[in-house]
């Protein structure tokens, strides 16, 4: 079968197409043969060495596929049967081992690529809207990057709630879009996005700010609070943030820092249930849209993380193989 495999830390071309063979499932893995793969921002970290992991690896953790093949003690699935994964290492490749506790099944009417795009984003936005600082009807809060693959869905879900978002962008078609998910005001990081909020919030703050990009942002999401408000660090799309002094957070108003991460909060099947069933119940009753920004083919991987850091992409973006 086709692979991307990394054998070197570096930038987007020292990802390669290598043929390897077709892997045998083990006792309670599932064999899929993947019909589009999610991309994931976590992707590039790993890629560059900022988040440790052995070499040479195949990138990726998420998709959505056919079974082939179950190994032993696998009842719950059978060949045939469409699903979908966020926790599978080795997911840029054209068949994948699932362990059957990952997977999530398909409903009817999700296309492949939604479905391979929507859990690892969808159930973080889900467990930062829910779990994290759960937003109540009335609160604001500030999503950053929000015409990304998470900050789309994480608007959405907001919005659903009652909740009003304020969004930040790069682009005047990434607010387009921004809006168009939901958010009542889109704010151009080139602003100064603290006494935006402040003007918009009338000098309160936000309740929540989530902040999945780091350190261009950090000093402006922990400005934009309210008093006892809440920072949700969940990402670094800009690189990480340098380390801090916990008494700022007194002086800034007796905040909540956290730097959460999706593994923590699907940690049995009951909460992988829970998270995935909501996500995957919203988009088919058409309450959650999943945008797919772009898709590439398996080869040009390089390309698909290449558009990814230099922020050309909107919404989730795919490999089809
Ligand atoms: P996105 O689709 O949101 O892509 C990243 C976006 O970040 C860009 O499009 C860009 O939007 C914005 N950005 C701002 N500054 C930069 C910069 N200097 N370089 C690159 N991008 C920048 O990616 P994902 O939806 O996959 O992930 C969003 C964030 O969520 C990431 O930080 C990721 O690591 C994190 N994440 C965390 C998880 C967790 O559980 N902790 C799980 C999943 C994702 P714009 O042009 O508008 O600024």
Redo the contacts with the bound molecule.
């Keep these: 079968m086709r692979a991307i495999r990394v054998e070197t830390i570096g930038g987007p071309e020292v990802m390669k197409v290598v043929d390897i063979p077709i892997p045998t499932p083990g006792p309670g893995q599932l064999l899929v043969r993947t019909d589009a793969i999610g991309?994931?921002?976590?992707d590039t970290?790993f890629r560059r060495g900022l988040y440790p992991r052995a070499l040479p690896y195949v990138p990726g953790d998420e998709g959505s596929g056919v079974i082939e093949q179950v190994g032993a003690d696998v009842t719950e699935f059978a060949p045939g049967h469409r699903v979908a994964w966020a926790a599978a290492p080795g997911s840029y490749a054209e068949h994948v081992l699932v362990d059957a506790p990952s997977a999530i099944a398909v409903p009817d009417g999700v296309p492949a690529d939604q479905a391979a795009s929507a859990l690892?984003?969808g159930m973080?936005a889900h467990?930062l809207i829910e779990s994290t600082y759960p937003a109540q009807r009335g609160d604001t809060v500030l999503v950053?990057?929000?015409?990304?693959?998470?900050?789309l869905l994480l608007t959405q879900m907001a919005v659903a709630k009652g909740v009003n978002v304020i969004t930040?962008?790069?682009?005047d078609a990434?607010a387009e879009r921004s809006s168009h998910a939901g958010a009542a005001h889109v704010v151009r990081?080139d602003e100064d996005i603290a006494a935006r909020v402040r003007e918009i919030t009338d000098g309160e703050g936000v309740d929540a700010v989530y902040d999945?990009?780091?350190?261009?942002?950090f000093e402006a999401s922990l400005a934009s609070l309210r008093i006892r408000g809440t920072l949700a660090l969940?990402?670094?799309?800009?690189?990480p943030v340098p380390p801090m002094d916990p008494q700022r957070l007194n002086g800034a108003g007796s905040l909540f820092l956290t730097?959460?991460?999706?593994?923590h909060?699907i940690r049995d099947r009951a909460e992988l249930e829970w998270r995935a069933g909501d996500v995957f119940a919203a988009m088919s009753s058409g309450a959650l849209s999943v945008e797919i920004?772009a898709r590439y083919a398996l080869a040009d991987a390089a390309t698909a993380h290449t558009d990814?850091?230099?922020?050309?992409?909107?919404?989730?973006?795919v490999l089809v193989p």
């Design positions: 991309i994931n921002y976590i970290y690892l984003q973080t467990y950053h990057a929000g015409a990304g693959g998470v900050g930040t962008v790069s682009t990434k990081y999945g990009v780091g350190a261009d942002t969940f990402g670094a799309a800009s690189g730097r959460p991460t999706l593994a909060h920004g990814l850091e230099s922020r050309r992409t909107t919404g989730s973006i």
